[in-house]
């Protein structure tokens, strides 16, 4: 006995060794993957999309990859000729700004300042500084990326030399906007990952009213977010996969979660053994061995849900895939190997004050009882065809607003939930410019057929003007027989009325000739929508196909695999629904990313299977010894109080993104954490218990374990 017990200690130590030097290791990689993120839509696009071949063509027209800032200067009273000149002088100093660590403006720079341009109205000026795109992400002083850095230091020079002469200047334009976007992702790594911990912290204080264990359990989700984090960030680093600001945001929360929802199943479990066993070690031992099934096809069915998304023509939304899946299995890992070895070290006392002794008491002792599942059950046994009409009944009532759901794009500047001088910048530019000024739609064509492109462009409703010259008089310069015609939009080039026009351009053009391309930021913006709505029709099927796999080979029924996926969509369509009547009437949201439904779909019925399947593999262990409804009455009262505190957490630390004011992640978090709870409280708890229990033995269909006594409950090999 005493050999075994050395053993334990010994694997227990090594284990706990093996971590801290792993955290050691991947605990830095967690704060350096900002470092690796990229946030270029036109770089998540097929090679083969129409906008990227025009990027790709285009570069051939100028020297390098051009960021353009927009400098807009305003007075309401109207410009003067001192506004014009300290204008000018200003212009001529943007190549001597310091971006720090002896480096200048002008060293980055894809050409030379442009001129001053006055608005109609005269009173509004127009500058435009173009910053070598390639060169975005080098980094200068103080570990600031040339990108913000150039945005920076501009801001700090007109407001010490223009704005104290009474103008309003603005920083705006696509710089601009991608600057804002690097302040507002600059807390991932530390104020989400903050308070997704501190939020997690308070609940498990709550569902265990322990002070020692919720620690425990928030060590083991570090540590498995250091675990994916020194994978994910040298496979970034390389290129191997892409990261981006968002999937940054959602690996820290998808880890943070499921470590949470996986300990919680494997503590609950313990917990329960130990009421039977004397020795930690045995209680361990059967506790691990009945939580690893249920975990790993979990783990599973999410991670192959995530990988489906290799399948997207986004390299945004590809790039996802692996990171989460890599998330889950850094998870996992933590959740079942240290998590196991510091419930062992600290031995009952971990529980403490609420100790579990031996006392045989179980928690299917519950079942019909006064307690809050004992009574869901019983609710449950006596009247299960109610309870399933009436639970689905209202989840479809919620479904029915699925069709107002938007999902057609946002503007760039929509994205932000706070005021960003970028956003407002856009704003007053487009009081006294064309909306699409600075930003145009560029149009590549054979140089024979350039003057016909010119004509029916400027005639397509939205667009303001088209020329194939830089100027008037210059010919129009040809690369490889080809011309980059330039077309300015009337509205602003993010906007969803953009990518309208766009649409409407190319169909004219595409009479002219299938050799016309149109490309620019409207039409990458267009593809993106394009590519978006292609996936959904193609990965969702992919996804439900897998779960459903994963879910008949664990349960060796295919009725029980049938049952839970239509459950979760149905949940998923009630989630949108609701999501719907509160974006549209209560936060009056502009709309929505076109990849928000397809993310929400991955999330909900990927992690929301989960609680089925914890539900369904104890009913299933249930059904084995009592029979099939007793069995559901059973696995719904152990595992009710679990799930429901599972599906608590994993509700509250996706509404963690919340701290972030991008609407896009805001907009996930209310997304998941209604759908959890919703499938945590009605649809594992009611919806699918009351409809199985209602079929009984054949939800088994078509295992032994289908073929019952009538009416007796006993399995006939039983």
Known sequence: MNNRRWAWRGLIAAVLIGWLVLGSIGGPAVGKLSEVQENDNANFLPKQAESTLVANESAKFVDSKALPY???????????????????AFLAKVPSLDLGGGKKLGDYLAAPAKTVIPSADKKALLLTVELDGERADEVVAAGETVLFATADTMRDEIKQNLTPSGLQVYVTGPGGVFADFIVAFSGIDGILLGVALAVVFVILLIVYRSPILPIAVLLTAVFGLALAASIVYPLAKHGVLELNGQSQGILFILVVGAATDYSLLLVSRYKEELHDYTSKYDAMRIAWRAAIEPIAASAATVILGLLCLLLSQLGSTKGLGPVGAIGIAGALIASMTFLPAILLAFGRRIFWPSIPHVDHVHARDQVGGR??????????????????????????????????????????????????????????LGKHFDAGAGTPVQILTPSSQADAVVAIATKVDGVAAASASVAPDVPPKVVDGKVLVQATLKVKADSPEATKVVKHLRTELDKVSPDVLVGGNTAINLDVLDASQRDLRVIIPTILAVIFLVLMLLLRSVLAAILLVVANVISFAATLGVSAVFFNHVFDFPGADPAIPLYGFVFLVALGIDYSIFLMTRVREESADQGTRPGILTGLAVTGGVITSAGVVLAATFSALAVLPILFLVQTAFLVAFGVLLDTTIVRSLLVPSLAHDIGARIWWPSKLSREQANTGVPKNG
Do not use: Y
């Not at 305003?74 to 001192?82: C, H, M, V």
């Not at 059950?377 to 639970?391: A, N, Q």
């Not at 699925?402 to 946002?410: D, R, V, W, Y």
């Open 371 to 428: 307690r809050l599942w004992g009574r869901v059950s019983g609710l449950v046994g006596r009247h299960p065809r109610r309870v399933w009409v009436i639970s689905a009944l209202a989840l479809l009532a919620c479904g029915a607003f699925l069709p107002t759901f938007k999902a057609s794009g946002i503007s760039q500047e929509d994205l932000f939930l706070n005021k960003v001088e970028s956003v407002t910048g856009t704003e007053e």
């Open 70 to 88: 927009f400098v807009l200067i305003e007075r309401d009273s109207g410009i003067t000729s001192a506004d014009l000149t300290a204008a000018q």
